[in-house]
């Protein structure tokens, strides 16, 4: 197969693979596959014609397998793991929340016909603290940090809004 290499000063691969896929390739109803093991691809699997290759466990990942594997859509996979972290990106999360407890406290993160976002969480959480007298710590926890959320979010978001207009 051939392989081409495109090289953007001052960008990450991440970004410009993202921007390839999402927007240079948005009307190719082709399948896309992207090869990486890295986890911040998983947000573009909303795209039913991106796939997913992982080298290191030589598997095909799709929308139905991240929905299997941690009841999130891919739509919000970047929400959840802004509030959990990424240790491989050495991003720390909200301590002691982890992506089983982001699913099962606010299961909306599964739905694939919503994008949720920070006030999103906010809100839930605030809600879940008002309406119990003894709301689970995590609500917060998130509450509280917040700006971990946001930064996070921010550095795990893949969009043009990365790239600058001489990049693109």
């Not at 921007?19 to 990486?36: A, C, D, E, F």
């Not at 397998?65 to 959990?84: D, G, H, M, Q």
């Not at 994008?115 to 309406?131: F, G, H, P």
Request: hydrophobic share 40%.
């Amino acid at each position: 197969m051939p392989v081409c290499q495109i090289y953007v000063p001052d960008t990450e691969c991440d970004d410009i693979v993202a921007y390839i896929v999402k927007r240079k390739l948005q009307t190719s109803s082709r399948t896309k596959i992207v090869v990486s093991s890295d986890k911040d691809f998983y947000q573009l699997l909303e795209d039913k014609t991106i796939r997913i290759y992982d080298p290191a466990r030589k598997i095909l990942i799709d929308e139905a397998y991240i929905l299997e594997k941690f009841s999130i859509s891919p739509r919000n996979i970047t929400l959840a793991r802004a509030v959990a972290g990424d240790p491989s990106d050495n991003l720390d999360g909200v301590s002691g929340i982890g992506l089983k407890t982001i699913a099962g406290r606010f299961p909306d993160v599964a739905r694939t016909d919503i994008d949720l976002d920070l006030d999103w969480i906010k809100e839930a959480s605030n809600k879940a603290i008002n309406e119990s007298k003894k709301a689970p710590r995590c609500f917060n926890d998130i509450v509280g940090h917040m700006d971990i959320v946001d930064r996070n979010w921010r550095l795990m978001y893949l969009d043009t809004s990365c790239l600058a207009a001489n990049q693109i």
